[in-house]
């Protein structure tokens, strides 16, 4: 079973740049997340989509981030104008579906530098 | 505000001994916790998990407690291994199916 996919691996910008990452998930997962990790600290999650549906975006800032996710499935998230507090980690997980599975598989990650 | 916290940023462990790395919470109302390896330059993987209806759940070397009433979970690996070394992180799951994270606690095991 092939994993969850990210690209790109690693991107550096300027501040006030703008900057897309893509995610395809497991196929089959209904349910995808996307979280920003900061370094030293855990990961926290920015938006989540049942299907290709919004079920929780409370904690991604509006003003700057957006993210969707076309027919249920691969989904990007873009970030403009980036600012240099965006420099983290960024990562991609999905899942069966929320109450079906507790687990969330997880890709390897975008690492953003925001010079 | 943390409502995971994992408060040792590292631990030091010798090849075959016993590794034990902590994690407080502070909700009440979590009802299922995991723990998640991770290794440089990849992606969280899960290692295991533990309903709040149990104490204990055990998977080969790796077995996690949970104590509800101290709010407090741990993680044991025994014995421990040089591909063990790595960033352990807990998390809770809320009542939205989504995951509180702690902070991580990095692992390494000497030779």
């Known amino acids: ?72 499935v691969d989904s990007t998230l873009k970030i403009q104008p980036a600012k240099l507090e965006d420099s983290a980690v960024y990562l991609c997980a999905s899942s069966l579906g929320a109450g079906l599975t507790y687990e969330q598989y997880f890709g390897p990650g975008t690492r953003l530098t925001v010079t | 505000d943390q409502q995971v916290k994992q408060n040792s940023p590292s631990l030091s462990v010798q090849e075959g001994r016993i590794s034990i790395l902590n994690c407080d919470y ?27 209806i149990k104490d204990k759940n055990e998977d080969g070397r790796f077995t996690v407690f949970l104590n509800k009433s101290a709010k407090h979970l741990s993680l044991h690996i025994v014995p421990s291994q040089p591909g063990d070394s790595a960033v352990y992180f807990c998390a809770a799951m809320d009542s939205n199916y989504q995951l509180i994270w702690g902070a991580g606690t990095k692992l390494i095991i000497k030779p």
């Not at chain 1, 549906?53 to 027919?71: H, I, M, N, T």
């Open chain 2, 26 to 52: 502070t909700n009440s109302m979590f009802d299922y916790f995991l723990w998640y390896k991770k290794y440089p330059a990849e992606g969280p993987t899960f290692l295991i998990s533990i309903s709040s």
């Open chain 1, 1 to 72: 079973e092939a994993g969850v996919a990210q690209s790109p691996r690693y991107k550096i910008i300027e501040k006030r740049q703008s900057v897309a990452f893509w995610c395809n998930p497991i196929s089959g997962h209904a349910t995808l997340y996307w979280y920003q990790q900061i370094l030293g600290q855990g990961p926290k999650l920015l938006i989540q989509f049942q299907n290709n549906g919004v079920v929780d975006d409370s904690q991604l800032p509006k003003d700057r981030f957006s993210a969707e996710r076309l027919k249920g």
